[in-house]
Structure formats: C-alpha cells, structure tokens
C-alpha cells in the first residue's frame, strides 16, 4: 500500500494539529490497514528518524514513544481508510518531517513484536512527509 500524508503546518508551542494518512490510489476496499500496523515516525533536520506512534486493528490496540505519550493519539477510520495522528501541547521539539508508515502485521502476535519496537526497519510503505513546525 502506498501512503500520502496531510495535515501539517506551523502552529505556536501548546498548540494541537492533526495530520492525516490514508492509501494514494483510491481503493473502494474498506479497512485496507488491517493487515497492518500503522506508524508515524518523524525526523527533524540533522537526527535520525523517530518512531513516535503506532496502531493496530483500529487505533484500539496503540503504542507511543516516551516523548509523546499522553500528548499524541493514533486512531484509525476504517470507512475511510485513515489513519490520523492527534498533536496537542505542541513543542518546539515536535518540530519534524513526520511520515506515515505500514508494516506486515497479520497477526496480533505479530503486531504484539512490532508495535513496541517502533523501528524503521520493519516498515514497507511509507508516505512522503508532511512538515510540522512549532514555534
């Protein structure tokens, strides 16, 4: 599955945005993530890449890095084949390139390995970006 992201742009620090992910050919297939996991990963100018969110079956089963949990919420509408990533109390850390990822999860003991690890890695299809800067 190929990805296209939406949603960023400049907000100030404390500050909510909320990006999108859905397939970049229209597919009248509903659910078209189940036999995925779902990540978003971010890279700011100058760091290695990040896996900062993940989700599996919905949004239901998730996981986050500790630098945004409790800020950050993955969720999925399967109708619509999206997956999004709600920010709120932006930083100026937050400031990155974040991209929408699939990995193969077609078990929940699969995704129950690939979820916590959050590595690049294991991730087939990626979107292209979409940039979010927090000042």
């Known amino acids: 599955v190929q990805l296209v992201e939406s949603g960023g742009g400049s907000v100030q620090a404390g500050g909510s945005l909320e990006l999108s992910c859905e397939p970049s050919?229209?597919?009248?297939?509903?659910?078209?993530?189940?036999?995925?996991?779902m990540a978003w990963f971010r890279q700011a100018p100058g760091k290695e890449r990040e896996g900062v969110a993940v989700?599996?079956?919905?949004?239901?089963?998730?996981h986050y890095s500790d630098s945004v949990e409790g800020r950050f919420t993955v969720s999925q509408d399967n109708d619509v084949n999206k997956v999004f990533l709600r920010m709120t109390s932006l930083k100026p850390e937050d400031s990155a390139m974040y991209y929408c990822?699939?990995?193969?999860?077609?078990?929940?003991?699969?995704?129950?390995?690939?979820?916590?690890?959050?590595?690049?890695?294991?991730?087939?299809?990626w979107g292209q970006g979409t940039q979010v800067t927090v000042s």
């Open positions: 050919e229209y597919t009248y297939e509903r659910n078209a993530f189940r036999n995925y996991c």
């Open positions: 990822a699939a990995a193969r999860c077609l078990t929940g003991r699969q995704a129950r390995v690939v979820m916590p690890r959050l590595s690049e890695d294991d991730y087939i299809s």
């Open positions: 989700s599996y079956l919905g949004g239901s089963n998730a």
